[in-house]
């Protein structure tokens, strides 16, 4: 995973249901990281450790945070064999929950 942000661009296309609506994929990444280091057992200590940042960093992106680079969800998403379908089958899983929820 070279270049998340083309990627994305690439994702949205496939699967339109991935484009913002005044949600950022921040957003997105943040709760399919949580959801993968909690079903891993990890604790964000364990999680910053393996991947080489520090433990805010992963508080930030488990927060939604914008601003973090794409070497840093490279590093992270590599430690939780996170990849880009996984990405849009969570995104869309939310979505369809979301609507369920109406």
């Given amino acids: 995973m070279t270049d998340v942000f083309k990627l994305k661009q690439n994702l949205e296309e496939k699967y339109p249901s ?5 949600n950022s994929m921040a957003l997105v ?25 520090g433990v805010k ?27 880009f379908e996984d990405v849009a089958q969570f995104e869309d899983t939310q979505k369809k929950d979301e609507l369920l929820n109406i």
């Fill in 29 to 53: 990444f943040g709760k399919l990281v949580f959801a993968k280091r909690i079903r891993e057992n990890l604790s964000q200590v364990e999680l910053a450790k393996r991947a080489g940042v």
């Fill in 57 to 83: 960093t992963i508080y930030r992106i488990e927060g939604g945070n914008d601003g973090i680079t794409t070497k840093i969800y490279d590093k992270v998403f590599l430690v939780l064999g996170i990849n």
């Fill in 18 to 22: 991935l484009k913002p609506s005044g």
